[in-house]
């Protein structure tokens, strides 16, 4: 059989990355464990073609099928995106559908518009900043930043320790989730619990999965975690998961610095993701002051 697609796993660390670095991209879904954390929600499966030329994708939501963008050097993109649409038709007998296609791949198709609706998401776009800035918060832009984390580090003094987080460590971020979903509440946006099932999977493969993580605690007790990883092709730091305890002053902003300066000393580019179109998560990104966006595309066989 042509097509022989597979649920993606801990030990596919070792197959995947390669693929992902075929060609730039600066989304956050450039990096094995963005796929990884969201396996799950979105039953992701892969099949690898040809020798090892290209990876092909397919997932599901609320039982509909979709695709994510081959992965392959840019050349190959059109012959695999074909080979892709091919699979919905002849297999799934579906139309393809493709969500979170990188502007540049979209520019690479340059897709005929009466076989192809291409429309831009939004809400999907990943906050893109310079890593120097984050790391060192200087300057006018980033004085009410600054002025946080200053107030979090005197009001703690002596209390606080940022860490380096290990597998062994994962206890103490099971617990500290469990507080923070619980405060949560029952408003919350659809993708919530299936992240914190994501996190959770993360941390029990974590040893495999060669994610970076770092945590802060007060008191001996964690107040916020984060993790990230690292596409090495861009020279950019991919922030999956930040989680902070929302009744402590500048805790936010404290992790997000430090883990950049322990984690990531040196990376020129963060991406710290979308916004999902909350205003309130909108806000937060755009006051880091972000110098671009990484945009993405819907693309529907009409």
Same mark, same amino acid.
């Given at each position: 059989?042509?097509?022989?697609?597979?649920?993606?796993?801990?030990?596919?660390?070792?197959?995947?990355?390669?693929?992902?670095?075929?060609?730039?991209?600066?989304?956050?879904?450039?990096?094995f464990l963005d796929s990884f954390l969201?396996?799950?929600?979105?039953?992701?499966?892969?099949?690898?073609?040809?020798?090892?030329?290209?990876?092909?994708?397919?997932?599901?939501?609320?039982?509909?099928?979709?695709?994510?963008?081959?992965?392959?050097?840019?050349?190959?993109?059109?012959?695999?995106?074909?080979?892709t649409k091919k699979y919905f038709n002849?297999?799934?007998?579906?139309?393809?559908?493709?969500?979170?296609?990188?502007?540049?791949?979209?520019?690479?198709?340059?897709?005929?518009?009466?076989?192809?609706?291409?429309?831009?998401?939004?809400?999907?776009?990943?906050?893109?900043?310079?890593?120097?800035?984050?790391?060192?918060?200087?300057?006018?832009?980033?004085?009410?930043?600054?002025?946080?984390?200053?107030?979090?580090?005197?009001?703690?003094?002596?209390?606080?320790?940022?860490?380096?987080?290990?597998?062994?460590?994962?206890?103490?971020?099971? %617990?500290?989730?469990?507080?923070?979903?619980?405060?949560?509440?029952?408003?919350?946006?659809?993708?919530?619990?299936?992240?914190?099932?994501?996190?959770?999977?993360?941390?029990?493969?974590?040893?495999?999965?060669?994610?970076?993580m770092g945590g802060v605690y007060v008191?001996?007790?964690?107040?916020?975690?984060?993790?990230?990883?690292?596409?090495?092709?861009?020279?950019?730091?991919?922030?999956?998961?930040?989680?902070?305890?929302?009744?402590?002053?500048?805790?936010?902003?404290?992790?997000?610095?430090?883990?950049?300066?322990?984690?990531?000393?040196?990376?020129?580019?963060?991406? %710290?993701?979308?916004?999902?179109?909350?205003?309130?998560?909108?806000?937060?990104?755009?006051?880091?002051?972000?110098?671009?966006?990484?945009?993405?595309?819907?693309?529907?066989?009409?």
């Amino acid at each position: 059989m042509k097509w022989e697609f597979k649920k993606i796993e801990s030990k596919d660390v070792e197959i995947l990355p390669r693929f992902f670095a075929m060609r730039s991209n600066k989304t956050c879904d450039s990096v094995f464990l963005d796929s990884f954390l969201w396996k799950d929600y979105y039953h992701v499966e892969y099949c690898v073609c040809d020798g090892g030329k290209a990876a092909e994708w397919k997932m599901k939501i609320k039982g509909e099928p979709f695709a994510a963008l081959p992965l392959c050097k840019a050349e190959d993109l059109p012959y695999y995106f074909f080979d892709t649409k091919k699979y919905f038709n002849e297999v799934l007998g579906r139309k393809l559908k493709i969500y979170l296609a990188d502007e540049e791949a979209v520019k690479i198709l340059d897709l005929d518009p009466e076989e192809f609706d291409v429309e831009e998401q939004p809400d999907a776009a990943d906050y893109l900043y310079d890593g120097e800035a984050l790391r060192t918060l200087a300057g006018k832009k980033y004085h009410k930043k600054k002025n946080h984390v200053n107030a979090f580090m005197k009001e703690y003094a002596g209390r606080y320790e940022y860490k380096t987080l290990a597998c062994t460590d994962r206890g103490d971020m099971w %617990r500290f989730l469990d507080r923070w979903r619980s405060m949560k509440g029952a408003q919350v946006e659809e993708t919530l619990d299936p992240e914190v099932e994501g996190i959770h999977g993360i941390l029990n493969q974590c040893s495999l999965l060669g994610v970076r993580m770092g945590g802060v605690y007060v008191d001996g007790q964690m107040e916020a975690f984060t993790m990230g990883s690292y596409n090495a092709a861009e020279d950019m730091a991919v922030i999956h998961i930040e989680k902070a305890n929302p009744e402590i002053r500048g805790v936010y902003p404290f992790i997000n610095q430090q883990f950049l300066i322990h984690e990531f000393p040196t990376v020129s580019l963060v991406n %710290r993701e979308d916004d999902v179109g909350l205003p309130g998560l909108r806000k937060a990104k755009q006051s880091y002051n972000p110098i671009g966006f990484a945009k993405k595309f819907q693309i529907r066989e009409r």
